[in-house]
């Protein structure tokens, strides 16, 4: 699968179709009487969320959405057909932007929410429409307007309640295949993660589930375009819960260091992603080594922070990890449409 989460759109609208210049004959009206019809409306393009897709690739090649144009009146008061609109499915979470000034028009975050991003132009009014006591046969009508053009920036960022970070091959792609239904490529090498992973997580069958995002590994820099966290660090600042993962049975650097780098590329990136509610994991503990592991246990301790030991590959406190994931995004309240980032 090929993950874009990026994309550069010209929309057009259509054109209103023009007002018509058309009499009847009719005995005893002057000129046979006013009888042209309006122009119909020209289609929009609407931008509607599709909970289906998590990917704006198929934007890739569609550079141009273009909506139809009204058409002309006709004569006999006939009103021409009005345009239609071109709807364009997005995944939810998407951003629009005017890509001249970055403004933001708007954002799609519920499955079949609709957005115009360029307005149909108005059709014309035909002469019957100038029709008065003292103007009983105009003739002339209404030209149809020009319909809105605009280019567009489109960002996905992701919709997940909780977000796994850490360095490459720590652990969170084994994580979230086990805790879901989701697949992601788990091998034994650095960035083995590519795109982002989303999995739904079902603790009980009588509360909503939540999403999980597995995110590509972070690396020192990333906030600076470094690996390929700089890409992918945009999809965490809508989790309400983060997941910080440090490998137990690496040999090298400390683990305290490690969280250290991570914790500095995402203040790097937004500081108020520091602020979110936060777990620190050890993983791998099948295979821990033991100064690691009271290492991490004492910085957790001293930053306040809820430490957890898994293996996702014995489960072991692995459902101990989700019911803490659970209970803590329901002490943390969804955000409302305005304040999400």
Known sequence: MV??????VHAFAGRGGNGCVAFRREKFVPHGGPAGGDGGHGGSVVLVGDGSINTLFHLRHSRHLRAERGQHGEGSNRTGRCGADTEVMVPLGTIVQDATDGSVLGEVLEDRERLVVARGGRGGKGNARFASATRQAPDFAQDGREGGEIELVLELKLLADVGLVGLPNAGKSTLISVVSAARPKVADYPFTTLVPQLGVVAVDPLRD??????????????AQGAGLGHQFLRHVERCRVLVHLVDLAQVGESPV??????????????TELLDRPRMLVGTKVDAAIESRSSELRSLARRRGLAYFEISSVTRSGVDVLVA????????????????LP
């Open 324 to 339: 803490a994931i659970e209970s803590s995004l329901l002490a943390e309240p969804r955000r409302s449409e305005g304040d």
């Open 257 to 270: 260091s490690q969280v250290v780098t991570v914790e500095e590329e995402l203040g790097s990136f937004n």
């Open 209 to 222: 589930p939540f999403v999980i995002a597995d995110l590509p590994g972070l690396i020192e820099g990333a």
């Open 3 to 8: 993950f874009i989460d990026e994309a550069r």
